[in-house]
């Protein structure tokens, strides 16, 4: 078991399928020689080629286009869109082309992209380099949605979204860059499309991703303290969403609260929350509650960033009251 | 150009100055392409018309549902590309795809049925007359947002790249698509990496209903802005297959032998309106006619006669086309309407649509 | 009482407007001579002439960035973006500049422009032409967004959007072009943020929005068959929400359907659902169902688009098996 | 060009060769700018000089959170425009933009103040670094997202078409936006439409850390496309505050004239990395000293001097501006962090932020 940041990571979980697969290629802006701009691709270069991690014009259409048609002939793609807020500028290739290829073309051509993607706030970036765009991807037939909030996750769900044969966009918190933890030795490949109960509980379920989940334990702790025991859940996958996990959860704790760094209104909480109030109504004890940067576009302010984004203190006194 | 906000033409785009085709060159007789070359061309120009014809007719017969973008008039640019092309090549087509579908070998009848929204169509009929896709052919999709496919043309030819194939992409366009950001992002992409892909503006002077003249800052919206982009300037008499095919042959080439991408200008005119339900009255009512005296066509039909192609060899080709293009029709009318067992096929690769366990 | 389509009340609508303010001012596709590709404009070009009612290319970034930098200088500005499909290649001006700009400044700078824009299935375009997106613009904090479903609606909210000093997406709906309704006499502006309860009943509330608001009403024409006195309440207007109305009338009924045109994921519904799951878990007798578009891109065949979108009989039938 | 993925200079970037900067041109001493205008220059590079390198301290002092982009060794580009403009003109920059909020007249104190995150700064610290913008003096904002601005600078000069005046709107961008599709959609609408708006690029030769040859087809990235929208193509020394006057004001009083949109290309370079963090390694050594060579304060100190300003003046306007720094990072060090009151406010128009009622 080796300890290694969130950011290493990205590199570490790439290289491992490069490794296996000579066919997978990389790119994007600054990936190459730099290494990246927030440094998760450093090393890659060195070992795989320019041929294989190849740096792009500050053309996104291009950059998404030119993975969409390399995997349509079986060629894997990771292609890098530095901050996800730019999936802006390329949601053409992603929402309309990417997404509906499969379906438009009765089944021809599918599309084995990674889109990875810088995510979040907390960087003091301001409104254009800061957002949780999970929702964005996650809306959209055709995609799917991962964001794991811890470096083993991001190895293993890496590994499973190269292998995975459909567009699946990839979300690394720009937060939880320099966080640390363990990665198992070996090969490892994760799922798509299943959840974590990170703790258990009986009081209430707390649904967190990414940056969220850890602000959740700490919140989880703190309501333990209180006597309220609080199951937490990593969503880690949006699409495909593991309901049952979700829904198991809410069985037995009877309350459900989302954490959602989005802002508030169509975040991915506010899916969970229509899924549980529709199949597990007769389960709630009480209302559903979201937790939810409000719906604003993110100030740069150290200050007020730290305001909008839900803290531990936040997600601990909503709980704490409404619970009751 | 600039836009003279006072030109009373402003009002009705059809009182603007026609802008009447070239005459065709009398020297493209004499181009060094062998004969049995040009009676494929003949044959696929045939293709092209009658099944777009018989398109039409369906239209109005109510049996296409949605929308629908024909190639009338165009047929030279399709054919003059497709012949020079190898069956391994990529094609990359925009919402007027049937000629490119057909072009790259696509089943009649498939196509048609396609158009009807049926389950025996190209794509079950999932996809409509907008994204015909044959991808055993290599014929990677048609597109019908602007832009986007052009971008993810370059993937392709990335992949024959990258697997040291020969293979050259193909992707078709129209003129008013030069003026959309992804135009400039795959152009230059395309450049910087040297990738083997022709990119072809099919100018019918046109976007929808609005003159492309009116809307781009320089004539040859595709050729002036060529050099942008590294790129040779190549403008081609899109009516003749002979002039297509030989700007055609050259461009692949180059491509093939690692020379990098070319942008054609093709410059032609579609013979009916945009889309399905458009008349086309925005356009003069002599540049209209102008340019069907310059039906490629009967001039192709001719210039094959003044080659010693005989007549008989012609109508031969003409009739065979009609044959098929009925029997397309009759597999097409006969097929069924998609059941729901489609609805929920084919979001993923692996055939389901499950977002959830 | 003059009686005009949904289609022509659009061309009403912006002419009131441009008759009352000489600032205002339409760019887009086709939409000059022309008259659009929907016919929505025709006539404006006539009366108002080349200067106010212009064509462009087809740059749909440079579209919203024009009307987004004249707005900013104070002359309102409507925008054409042909399909609502479209906005995704101009996504970043719509969802990171223009919705951001207030935000961002401090307050220095405002956006008044309306961004219309044909939404919609119906109408056999499949994938790229056909979606409903009104959730792609719900979820930017700085867009407002309305739907109308009748004529009368169209120019009062038209009008209202126009007036409005922030970035309105004002989405028309595509199979109710053709639809009838009754336009009132002289200036008609109505007002944003307000939702209509369309039908009374006791037994349930259908929330829904555009092209469901019809089927919803006749599926209660259905229930009422049965029965089943079902309350339909136009939304109209996703930002800001009327969440007044949907809660008093849960309140009534205690039992709430949306009833959504789009994918299901991350739809307005889960909104809402998430609401009331909320606000008024309390009144609630049972499951919050949603009646969607299943997560899937839109197929073309008649036979297949007609099975996608909620049709008057799933609706009749999802409440009325449910309701229980 | 083209990459050539042999090339071992694609593993180190700072591998390459170098690319070197034209000398001055002598013949810029005498170019007819009036002498006041020059020491108005000279005042203008200084403060932006000393305004950056003050943020850079205060960057290195970790008071400024989150990025921060500055122009050092670029301050001849914003001060040459900024001499020629008119106060009604609009101006758009990007992240990079502190150099062309001041040079439009944002207070020092209020800017710095911003770069720190306070209650006083320019945006009340909403903003932040990249988004300064001083509307009040028609400076209409600092865009992160590479090419967007463009088109909305279009927008303040169609807004002036409108309104009949002769407001002209400048916008500046970096070599590498020149590959973004918004470019493109921009520079062939403001020609379309006549725009009177002139596009700056500011070609610094690296976009973040790869160098735009690699990634531009062509080898100066705005000016070998202007003639794509029909525009003539310019380049200009971007080190040389006079240059950069002479073409601007050129430039400006042609689009002011209604003669349309302008495309110039000044060459400069940045004496730092990309953005706080970045050293800059990824460029050859002695590429950089070249260019610190070319610093264009020295130099145009150096001038002054030669035309006969004494160099008491010239310190005395250095040294006023050290005051005014000085003074500007104390008001932004005194300001408060904004509280919780301005969370919600400025969504809307009317100040708020409610989505519901
Ligand atoms: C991004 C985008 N904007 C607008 C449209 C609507 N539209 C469909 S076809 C068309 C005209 C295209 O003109 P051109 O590129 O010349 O092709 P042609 O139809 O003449 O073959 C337009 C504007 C679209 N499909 N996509
Ligand atoms: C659409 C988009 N893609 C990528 C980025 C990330 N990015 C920020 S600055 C930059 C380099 C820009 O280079 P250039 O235009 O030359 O400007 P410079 O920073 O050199 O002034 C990049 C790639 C962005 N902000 N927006
Ligand atoms: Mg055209
Ligand atoms: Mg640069």
């Known amino acids: 078991m080796a300890e290694l940041t969130y950011r290493d990571a990205v590199a570490y979980g790439i290289a491992q399928e490069m490794r296996r697969d000579p066919n997978l290629v990389m790119l994007g802006e600054d990936i190459a020689g730099a290494g990246g701009v927030f440094k998760t691709t450093v090393g890659l270069l060195d070992e795989f080629g320019p041929a294989r991690i190849r740096d792009t014009p500050i053309s996104e259409q291009a950059i998404l286009g030119a993975a969409m048609g390399a995997a349509m002939t079986g060629i894997p793609v990771i292609a890098e869109i530095m901050f996800s807020d730019f999936i802006a500028v390329c949601f053409d290739l992603l929402a309309n082309e990417m997404a509906k290829s499969a379906y438009m073309t009765g089944g021809q051509l599918s599309v084995p992209v990674v889109v990875r993607t810088a995510n979040g706030g907390g960087s003091r970036f301001g409104a254009q380099h800061s957002q949780s765009v999970e929702n964005w991807c996650m809306m959209i037939p055709g995609l799917k949605v991962v964001a794991p909030s811890t470096p083993a996750d991001v190895v293993g769900l890496m590994a499973a979204s190269i292998r995975d044969p459909d567009p699946v966009v990839f979300f690394e918190h720009k937060s939880l860059f320099a966080s640390k933890g363990e990665i198992p030795e070996g090969e490892i490949v994760d799922e798509l499309g299943t959840a974590r109960v990170v703790r258990e509980g009986t009081d209430c379920t707390i649904a967190a991703l990414a940056l969220m989940v850890p602000r959740a334990l700490e919140a989880a702790d703190r309501l333990a303290d209180e006597g309220i025991s609080a199951e937490v859940i990593d969503v880690r996958s949006l699409v495909p969403l593991d309901t049952k996990t979700v829904l198991a959860s809410v069985e037995k704790t009877s309350r459900l609260y989302t954490v959602e760094e989005n802002p508030r209104l169509c975040g991915w909480g506010a899916e969970v929350a229509s899924i549980v109030a529709d199949e597990a109504f007769w389960d709630l004890d009480g209302p559903i509650v979201r937790i939810t940067t409000p719906h604003i576009p993110l100030p740069a302010a150290e200050a007020l960033e730290d305001m909008a984004i839900p803290s531990v203190d936040r997600i601990y006194e909503t709980v704490s009251k409404t619970i009751g | ?357």
Not at chain 2, 275 to 300: F, N, Q
């Open chain 2, 1 to 357: 150009m600039s836009i003279d906000l006072n030109d009373p033409a402003l009002l009705d785009y059809s009182q603007r100055p026609p802008r009447h085709p070239e005459p065709v060159d009398p020297a493209n007789d004499g181009l060094p392409i062998p004969l049995n070359v040009r009676t494929d061309l003949y044959k696929r120009v045939q293709e092209l018309r009658q099944f777009e014809k018989r398109a039409y007719d369906l239209f109005m017969q109510n049996l296409v549902k949605g929308t629908s973008h024909l190639s009338l008039g165009m047929e030279a640019v399709s054919a003059g590309f497709a012949a020079a092309m190898q069956p391994e090549d990529y094609v990359f087509a925009t919402y007027r795809g049937h000629a490119h579908t057909l072009s790259k070998g696509a089943d009649m009848g498939q196509v048609m049925a396609e158009l009807l929204g049926r389950e025996n169509g190209l794509l079950k009929g999932k996809g409509g007359s907008m994204h015909l896709t044959h991808a055993e052919a290599n014929m990677m999709g048609s597109y019908a947002i602007i832009g986007a496919h052009l971008c993810i043309a370059n993937g392709t030819a990335w992949s024959a790249q990258m697997r040291g194939t020969d293979q050259v992409t193909v992707c078709f366009f129209g003129d008013g698509t030069t003026n959309i950001g992804a135009f400039h992002e795959a152009l230059n992409f395309a450049k910087v990496w040297n990738l083997p892909v022709v990119f072809v503006c099919e100018n019918n002077l046109y976007m929808e209903y609005t003159p492309i003249d009116l809307v781009a800052a320089v004539p040859n919206p595709a050729a002036d802005r060529a050099p942008a982009y590294g790129l040779e300037s190549i403008v081609v008499d899109g009516n003749d297959p002979d002039a297509v095919y030989m700007v055609a042959a050259d461009a692949i080439t180059r491509a093939r032998r690692g020379e990098g991408p070319a942008l054609v200008e093709a410059q032609t005119y579609r013979h009916g309106g945009h889309s399905r339900a458009d008349p086309g009255k925005y356009r003069p009512a002599d540049e209209v006619e102008a340019w069907l005296d310059r039906d490629p066509i009967p001039m192709y039909h001719q210039r094959l006669l003044r080659l010693g192609v005989p007549e008989g060899r012609l109508s031969e080709i003409t009739q065979d086309v009609a044959r098929r293009v009925d029997e397309a029709t009759e597999f097409a009318k006969a097929g069924a309407h998609p059941g729901e067992e489609h609805l929920f096929t084919d979001v993923w690769a692996d055939g389901g649509s499950a977002w959830r366990n």
